[in-house]
């Protein structure tokens, strides 16, 4: 695997004060630069999209159909609708003004914030990174982009797509491993938008407190897949088993663990080994379709939740290609570290139930999932999920 050269800290240090004098000179605030600058990213992305394709596949062994849905054509999209909405969204807004503030008149002004710091991380290395940036651009501010070291390739190809489309003074990208993290963060911002771990984030918030820099962190979590007795079986194997084939579950919203009727159990894991099979056909090594672990390392993590567990399903790996095959693991310990961590990989971990009310105080026990997943033909559960669990986002029947 290529490595990654560190930007060195006088090099972060010069980008960034850059970018606080460029934004002061105010050529940024105007909305027919932001619209420019958004036309050109477009640009940018429809003509590098071969090379990011393949970068993607370098990395991550994502196919192109997979990298086009899940990663190029939603900054495209994301592109597309603030190029709709932004004159709209810059105009001020004529609010009513309080009796005691009379006869003057209110508004509603939008500012940019400034400089902002956006760090992505390695499992949609491309939308993490650049749908943040749109965002950025849209808002009159510029910005310092920093991509995962851990998929090299896409990492090099976004850096020198950038290069090529904007100034550094503008927009630019700062590479390199934790060092390189901590350096940026000793640097002052006004806004970091950083997507990845708890414990990163925690690391990132501890710095912008020092600066009091406003921060939107973007995190994982244990995402449970609860099926209640009356589910559509049939549908809902095969929407599982999509939604947790995507990115081969590196996905901050994959369905992390399955909950399951007792009565419906076997019946389930019948319906998912059919559809993983229909899905990436009986050796997902040899599909084209299924993306391998990112590294040896998280390679290793995963493999220590299969060994020495009841494997239903799966299984198979090779560590010389990060490959492991989409696996269930039934009768699983719910004090066990496969149910206290987050697994981000093609992992399932079957728990059961025995009533909707039970698996509701399973889920409110744990920590806040970031997405829910619940299947069901009952109104009433539907209801009673929605009602007494909180999560990021809920998904009723389909993942």
Not at 40 to 51: D, G, I, M, V
């Amino acid at each position: 695997m290529m490595n990654i050269e560190n930007t060195s800290i006088q090099e972060i240090k010069t980008i960034t004060e850059a970018q606080r004098a460029f934004f002061r000179s105010g050529e940024t605030l105007s909305l027919k630069y932001r619209q420019r600058a958004l036309c050109a990213l477009s640009k940018a992305l429809k003509q590098w999209e071969p090379r990011i394709a393949e970068a993607l596949w370098k990395d991550l062994h994502k196919s192109y159909e997979e990298a086009y849905l899940t990663e190029l054509s939603i900054v495209l999209g994301e592109i597309d609708n603030h190029l709709r909405h932004l004159k709209h969204w810059v105009m001020p807004k004529r609010v009513s003004t309080p009796l005691k503030m009379m006869p003057s008149r209110s508004k509603v002004v939008a500012e940019p914030l400034g400089c902002t710091l956006i760090m992505a991380p390695w499992n949609y290395p491309v939308q993490l990174l650049l749908n943040p940036l749109v965002g950025a651009i849209s808002a009159g501010c510029t910005a310092v982009l920093k991509p995962s070291p851990y998929v090299p390739h896409t990492s090099k190809v976004l850096e020198e797509m950038i290069k090529e489309t904007f100034r550094p003074e503008y927009i630019a990208v700062v590479q390199g491993n934790r060092e390189v993290n901590t350096a940026l963060l000793k640097e002052r911002y006004d806004l970091i938008f950083f997507t990845g771990s708890p414990q990163l984030g925690r690391t990132v918030m501890r710095a912008a407190s020092e600066n009091l820099t406003p921060v939107v962190l973007e995190l994982g979590g244990k995402s449970p897949c609860i099926v209640d007795k009356d589910a559509d079986i049939a549908m809902a194997a095969r929407r599982i088993a999509w939604g947790k084939s995507l990115n081969a579950g590196q996905t901050c919203i994959a369905p992390d663990y399955l909950l399951v009727h007792t009565d419906i159990k076997e019946q389930l894991i019948s319906a998912l080994k059919k559809e993983f099979t229909r899905l990436l056909g009986p050796n997902p090594k040899e599909s084209k379709h299924f993306v391998r672990i990112v590294n040896e390392r998280a390679f290793d993590r995963l493999m220590g939740y299969i060994q020495g567990a009841d494997v239903v399903m799966g299984g198979e790996y090779d560590r010389s290609e990060r490959y492991i095959s989409p696996t269930i693991i039934d009768r699983v310990d719910v004090n066990s570290p496969i149910m206290q961590e987050e697994i981000f990989g093609p992992i399932f971990p079957v728990v059961t139930f025995t009533s909707t009310d039970e698996a509701i105080r399973f889920v409110v026990s744990r920590e806040k999932p970031l997405a829910l997943y619940y299947f069901s033909k009952s109104k009433r559960n539907i209801r009673q999920m929605l009602k007494y669990t909180s999560s990021g986002g809920t998904c009723i029947n389909d993942t």
